[in-house]
């Protein structure tokens, strides 16, 4: 049953909407936005690919630059040891040398002036002396730095790059008489060459070309010397002596041909590379066919005992001289050969039928 519905009924009507008004930006309070960070990621397959790329001679130098040349030191138990014991052992010159300059003073004024006046000259030697070890391993970190970044951008090709570490070293070599033709060329060129690799190439030419002349002059008469001695000297003390002491000459030598002398700590630093690199590459390098020619059939078994150890010790000199070379150039070897012990001592080899 249905009740009817008596109230009145209204029609249906349509309403217009005001358009919305926009915001007051003022009144509204966005929260700032943190910026988007973007992290790169390290792709080990990319770097391996790259590293596979420069050849197993230019990975070898670079590694072996990373162990000496560019290698920080660690912060562990050996280094906090080694550190306190340092500083226990200043502080006892400290309190020695305090204790000397007052008993001066006790004895006479004017003595103990004197150690006073001595004691400032030896601060001021050993401010120096921190510096120029403090320059010397800056250099040798430059050094390497520039070798790896070059082979990068020769394989690259990447021009910037390229003009950018080019003037770098022509920069190092700028006081260097030897090398004012190439930096001419060098400069010639730059504006010429499009081409990133062939600049890398025409300054490895150009400013490298005489320095590693000379080094290859150095190596061969510190074999001379090593082989000549070891095959005269009458006690094999004498010979080890001479051998250790033409290995620290030429490592400077070459250090100082392509960066600059070397202070202890800097030296330090290039003989673990030096190292590093005979340990990479096996010392005593197959490519040269040493072994074969020193045991057997080849040069120890034609001269005499004292010749034949003469022989080996200016081979193993040559090799070190090389590997001194790989890892103190600032460039990687491109368009010069990288040089053999045939080729920087052929005297060595004169001996064979």
């Known amino acids: 049953m249905t009740i009817p519905d008596d109230r009145p009924r209204t029609r249906p009507r349509a309403f217009r909407l005001a358009p919305a008004e926009p915001p007051d930006p003022a009144a509204v309070a966005l929260p700032p936005r943190a910026p988007a960070v973007i992290e790169p990621q390290d792709d080990p397959f990319a770097r391996e690919a790259a590293r596979a790329a420069l050849g197993p001679d230019e990975t070898a130098v670079e590694d072996a630059q990373a162990l000496g040349m560019q290698r920080r030191g660690r912060r562990g138990w050996g280094t906090l040891f080694v550190s306190a014991l340092g500083a226990l052992a200043s502080l006892g010159l400290w309190l020695w040398v305090d204790r000397l300059v007052e008993d001066l003073f006790a004895r006479t004024p004017a003595l103990g002036w004197f150690g006073l006046g001595l004691l400032a000259l030896a601060g001021v030697a050993a401010a120096a002396l921190l510096v120029k070890e403090t320059v010397g391993v800056l250099r040798q970190a430059r050094v390497a730095r520039l070798h790896g970044a070059l082979a990068a951008a020769r394989l690259a090709d990447d021009r910037d790059a390229a003009r950018r570490l080019v003037a770098e070293v022509a920069a190092l070599y700028a006081a260097r008489p030897?090398?004012?033709?190439?930096?001419?060329?060098?400069?010639?060129?730059?504006?010429?060459?499009?081409?990133?690799?062939?600049?890398?190439?025409?300054?490895?030419?150009?400013?490298?070309?005489?320095?590693?002349?000379?080094?290859?002059?150095?190596?061969?008469?510190?074999?001379?010397?090593?082989?000549?001695?070891?095959?005269?000297?009458?006690?094999?003390?004498?010979?080890?002596?001479?051998?250790?002491?033409?290995?620290?000459?030429?490592?400077?030598?070459?250090?100082?041909?392509?960066?600059?002398?070397?202070?202890?700590?800097?030296?330090?630093?290039?003989?673990?590379?030096?190292?590093?690199?005979?340990?990479?590459?096996?010392?005593?390098?197959?490519?040269?066919?040493?072994?074969?020619?020193?045991?057997?059939?080849?040069?120890?078994?034609?001269?005499?005992?004292?010749l034949g150890e003469g022989v080996l010790n200016g081979m193993l000199t040559t090799r070190v001289g090389l590997s001194a070379m790989a890892v103190c150039r600032p460039m990687p070897f491109a368009v010069e050969k990288a040089p053999g012990v045939k080729d920087v001592a052929p005297f060595l080899f004169k001996a064979e039928g």
Do not use: C, N
Request: no cysteine; net charge positive; charged share 20%.
């Open 178 to 306: 030897e090398t004012a033709r190439g930096r001419a060329e060098l400069r010639q060129a730059s504006g010429e060459i499009v081409d990133g690799r062939d600049l890398i190439d025409i300054a490895e030419s150009a400013l490298l070309r005489p320095i590693d002349r000379a080094v290859a002059a150095d190596i061969a008469a510190a074999a001379k010397r090593v082989s000549l001695v070891t095959a005269i000297s009458p006690r094999a003390v004498i010979d080890l002596v001479f051998v250790a002491g033409q290995i620290v000459w030429l490592i400077r030598r070459i250090a100082e041909r392509y960066s600059g002398r070397p202070g202890l700590l800097g030296f330090l630093k290039l003989a673990r590379s030096v190292g590093a690199h005979l340990a990479v590459t096996g010392g005593m390098a197959v490519g040269d066919s040493l072994v074969q020619q020193v045991v057997g059939h080849g040069i120890a078994a034609k001269l005499s005992a004292r």
